[in-house]
Structure formats: C-alpha cells, structure tokens
C-alpha cells in the first residue's frame, strides 16, 4: 500500500535547490529518509505536511495532494519536528492535552490519550513538571507523544535522536520500532546517522543535494556482496594465478585478495588452490553491504 508518493519534487531556495526532481515512493511500516545536514529531508517533511509549497512536481500522502490538501493530511498525520520547540512553562501533560484538543479530540478524551501516550513514551510523574527543566531526551520524547496522540495513519519524525546520548537514542529507536511493529502506524523517520535506521527500517531512502541516491527494502541494503577477500600467510601472487587459470577473477588489495563470487562453487574452487598450492589460509570472508557503503557507490542520476 502507498502512503507516500512524490513526483519530480523540486524545491528552490534564492540560494539552494534542497530538492531536486525527486520520484520517490514509500509503502507502509518504518521508512528510513537519510541524508546528510542540508540533504532536503526536512523541506521534504514540511511539503508533504503541506507547509511549504514545491516549486515542480508534485507530492501525495495517504492518496491526498500536499499542495491542495495540507490541512486534511496534517489530520491524520503526526509530525515531530526536528528543533525544540515547547513552551517551557507547560508541563508535558499540559501541552498533550493541548495539542489533543487542536486535534479535535472532546476534553475526557483529549485526556485519557495524553496520558496514555505519555506513558507509551515513557514519561511518568515528570510529565506534571515544567518542559523547562526537562533533559534533551524528555523533550524528545514529549515531541513524539503530540505527533501520536491524535492517532495519526502515519507519523513524520524529523532527527528523532538528534542530541540524545546513546542509551536515550537506542530507547527513541525502541519507540520507533513498537510505534511501526505494534501500533501499526506507518513511520517516516529522517537521520544523517545511517547505522542508526538499520535497526528499525523496513525500507530506506538515501537522498543527497536534494536528488534521489536510492530507495531500497533494508535486506538489499545489508546482503551479502558478491565479492570474497582471502588473505593467506604468503604465496599471494601463486594464489592469484591459480585462481585465474581455474576461470576466477582475482584482484589484489594490499595483502588481500578480493575474489568475485560467481558460482557458489567459487569456494571450492579456492579452499582446492589453496591446499594444492599448500598455502596457510589466514581469513576468507565474505563481504556484507552496509547502507554507508550506498554514500561509497557511484552515483546513477
Ligand atoms: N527557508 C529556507 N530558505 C532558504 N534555504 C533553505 C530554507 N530551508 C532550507 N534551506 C536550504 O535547503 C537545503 C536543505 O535543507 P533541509 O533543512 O531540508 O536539509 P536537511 O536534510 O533536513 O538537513 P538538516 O538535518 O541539517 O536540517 C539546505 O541547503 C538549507 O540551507
């Protein structure tokens, strides 16, 4: 199912194209949007709320037109902004009820769901406080309690983990994971830390200068590469020959051998040279793509 869909999406700035012709699409579960500061990711966030018209293409969310129907899609979605932004002399409470209210939430209603997700974020007796003394990682997690508390089809999380300490960013990645896996809310989540979406992603897409690097399910991003590197005690350049008299293509790195894996039979083929040349095998490894490797890849646009 399509939640997400953008078209040639461009937008310019007096001094910046922060996106640029962008097709892109976006199915449910946890979508992870990763560039680095200054990709686009948060002028994407703020078309597709609506909030900023594009200046080329086009963008739709849950099937309606950004551009034409900004206050319908920002019913049914939740949106968690990068930078802070409470009011420091409410208290979370307060503020949630608020925002449930803005919503269109009845007052007992308005209530009951602030304090339920409050505790869904975890924030307990502290959320009667004043937002003013709260740690980075409290307001976090208050700016994620307002995207849900309307119960929104989808939520937009802008920099979730930006400036929390590890532990507060592995919890906010729980979160993020339970929002997807058991509330059944789709999720577009925006970081510059890849490693991070790996975690918690179903699909990731890799913008950069506001172009698209690519969109993939997070399984092609970590699968095996098709390339083995063998290192032996010595003989390397024995090795390498043998190997490409029984048909295998071999380059040389540093002390390593990198060996494409054409056949499963490729193994064989190397285990039989080494022991026939009579070589001490110190590793044979097989090689796994990690989404950094996407920023490593030629670019194709
Ligand atoms: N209102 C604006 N006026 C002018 N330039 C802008 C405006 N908003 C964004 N930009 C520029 O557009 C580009 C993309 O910005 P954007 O905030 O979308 O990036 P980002 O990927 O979210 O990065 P960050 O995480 O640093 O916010 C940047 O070069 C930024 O300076």
């Known amino acids: 199912m399509t939640i997400l869909a953008t078209e040639g999406l461009t937008r310019r700035f007096p001094r910046v194209t922060a996106l640029d012709?962008?097709?892109?699409?976006?199915?449910?579960?946890?979508?992870?949007?990763?560039?680095?500061?200054?990709?686009?990711?948060?002028?994407?966030?703020?078309?597709?709320?609506?909030?900023l018209p594009p200046s080329a293409g086009s963008a739709h969310v849950l099937g309606m037109d950004a551009t034409a129907q900004g206050a319908e899609i920002r019913r049914i979605v939740g949106y968690m902004p990068e930078h802070d932004c409470l009011p420091p002399d409410l208290s979370a409470t307060e503020f949630t009820v608020h925002m449930a209210r803005m919503s269109g939430l009845p007052r007992t209603a308005a209530r009951e769901r602030a304090a339920d997700v409050l505790r869904h974020v975890g924030l307990y007796e502290e959320r009667y406080r004043a937002m003013g003394g709260?740690?980075?990682?409290?307001k976090q997690r208050v700016k994620l309690a307002q995207a849900l508390v309307h119960d929104p089809r989808l939520v937009l999380l802008d920099e979730p983990t930006n400036g929390l300490d590890p532990q507060g960013r592995d919890e906010m990645l729980t979160l993020i994971r339970k929002i997807g896996a058991e509330f059944g809310i789709s999720v577009l989540v925006t970081s510059h830390l890849l490693g991070e979406l790996e975690r918690v992603c179903d699909h990731v897409i890799v913008i950069d200068g506001g172009r698209l690097l690519r969109s993939s399910p997070i399984g092609e991003f970590t699968q095996t590469t098709q390339t083995v590197t063998v290192e032996v005690e010595e003989g390397q350049d024995a090795l390498a020959t043998r190997l490409t008299e029984l048909g295998e293509t071999v380059t040389a790195h540093g002390r390593m051998l990198l060996v494409h894996v054409r056949a499963p039979e490729t193994f064989d083929t190397l285990r039989d040279a080494v022991c026939e040349l009579d070589l001490c095998l110190v590793r044979m490894e097989q090689g796994r793509q990690r989404i950094e490797d996407v920023f490593r890849e030629p670019v194709n646009v």
């Open 134 to 138: 709260y740690s980075t990682g409290m």
């Open 21 to 51: 012709r962008l097709t892109v699409t976006v199915g449910s579960g946890v979508t992870g949007l990763v560039g680095a500061n200054g990709a686009g990711k948060s002028t994407l966030i703020k078309i597709l709320l609506g909030l």
